[in-house]
């Protein structure tokens, strides 16, 4: 597991942006984390690091933004009021998740079930004794 002390929002968007300039086709990115942790600004970081100029936000009732002026398209869902998996599925969420663009998944765990085993695993975390700012983003590879 790669662990990363973010001690800004400026820190958490530029290790997003590396892991987005780095991301291939078919690539899974389950993005986890308490409300107001800062899950929208990794999403615009790796969406910034894919060649996204365009204004990202969170997709908390839209469920899913596509993104197609990167070097690839990019998926990004927010699955926190999904009610069941066939809503999910409505959303071309198997044609897209392991397909010709990139995924990035905020509040996975909620449908771990359909996540394939080779998404990777971002977890971020306050810490306030260490500052208002401060941030653990844990990476989990499970190939």
């Not at 308490?34 to 990794?42: N, Q, W």
């Not at 009732?61 to 069941?84: A, C, K, M, N, S």
Request: proline share 3%.
């Amino acid at each position: 597991m790669e662990m990363y002390e973010s001690l800004s929002r400026e820190d958490t968007f530029e290790y997003a942006r590396k892991l987005g300039e780095s991301a291939e086709p078919g690539q899974i990115f389950c993005l986890s984390g308490d409300l107001g942790v800062g899950k929208t600004v990794f999403a615009q970081g790796f969406g910034n690091g894919m060649g996204i100029t365009e204004p990202m936000s969170s997709p908390t009732f839209t469920i899913l933004q596509e993104y197609h002026e990167g070097r690839l398209p990019l998926y990004h869902y927010d699955v926190y009021r999904i009610g069941d998996v066939d809503e999910l599925e409505e959303t071309g969420f198997y044609e897209y998740v392991g397909g010709d663009g990139v995924a990035l998944i905020e509040w996975a765990e909620l449908v771990r079930d359909e996540i394939p085993d080779s998404a990777v695993w971002i977890t971020i975390e306050k810490d306030v004794e260490k500052g208002f700012d401060y941030r653990m983003i844990k990476c989990q590879r499970n190939n």
